[in-house]
């Protein structure tokens, strides 16, 4: 499987604690959402595939210290994995370090019908800041609006707007950037002014409102691809509808 042909899932929250079990629900939100499912294995330093009989348990442990390790479906033809990461207080909002976690996952017609609920599980698991869901090949044209070039400021493509790096946004409840499948918190909804119901129609009629008070909102019916001009013009719509999104406003 190609990166082009996978959906990365990526959600920001709070550090974790030594007594916290947000990385089980994280994975247990992802297991649930994708029938069949089960993260049973890990890679070895070898990087071999080693089942994990007892995972809760060895996931509780790893918890403990700090640590969200890379688990996978043990499945080299369908690979489904996640992981997490603390993102230092430097390169993070605020000033305030993050957990940064992050799920891969083949981009087919199991995966795309059960995204929403995917990406619910592990943010609301995780209980995350915000989130998104979007295609790997999508991760290029966000990787323009964010780095800096060697003139200074970032050089995005299909005119899209350029963003500030994560460390220079006000908060981590502001979401960095936009993705095909967007999950805010409530307070990330509160902090770009989601929902406006004179405003936000057509964004309402693809969103769906977490078990928590936050929403999980869909940018295009289908998986987002900005080779498609209709999905290029919601992703710009949705930009100008946010400007809080990437920093971009002035408070």
């Known amino acids: 499987m190609t990166t082009r042909n ?3 899932l990526t959600v920001y929250a709070p550090p974790l604690a030594s007594d916290d079990n947000r990385t089980l629900a994280a994975v247990h939100g992802l ?3 994708l029938p069949g499912l089960r993260l049973e294995w890990r890679v070895t330093e ?9 995972r ?3 996931l509780t442990e790893a918890t403990t210290r700090g640590e969200f390790p890379l688990i996978c479906n043990g499945d080299e033809r369908y690979p489904v994995m996640i992981s997490g990461h603390h993102e230092s207080a430097y390169v993070s909002p605020g000033g305030r370090p993050q957990l940064q976690v992050q799920a891969k996952l083949p981009l087919d017609a199991a995966v795309i019908a059960a995204a929403a609920e995917m990406l619910e599980g592990v943010a609301e698991g995780a209980r995350a800041f915000w989130g998104h869901l979007t295609p790997d090949a999508a991760a290029l044209d966000i990787a323009y609006q964010i780095a800096p070039t060697l003139e200074g400021p970032p ?9 500030k790096l994560f460390e220079h946004i006000r908060s981590p409840e502001i979401p960095y950037y936009l993705g095909w499948l967007n999950f805010w918190s409530p307070d990330a909804a509160e902090a770009i002014g989601f929902p406006d119901p004179a405003r936000d129609a057509e964004l309402l009629s693809r969103a769906r409102r977490t078990a ?13 691809d900005l ?12 930009y100008e509808r946010f400007p809080e999104i990437g920093g971009r406003s002035t408070p």
């Open 227 to 238: 080779d498609n001009p209709a999905h290029l013009d919601a992703l710009k719509r949705a």
């Open 46 to 54: 070898k990087r071999r595939l080693a089942v994990l009989p007892q």
């Open 31 to 33: 297991e649930r959402a």
């Open 56 to 58: 809760d348990a060895w």
């Open 6 to 8: 996978r959906l990365v």
């Open 212 to 224: 928590t008070g936050g929403w999980v909102v869909r940018l295009t019916d289908t998986p987002l």
């Open 155 to 163: 050089s995005p493509r299909r005119g899209l707007p350029g963003l």
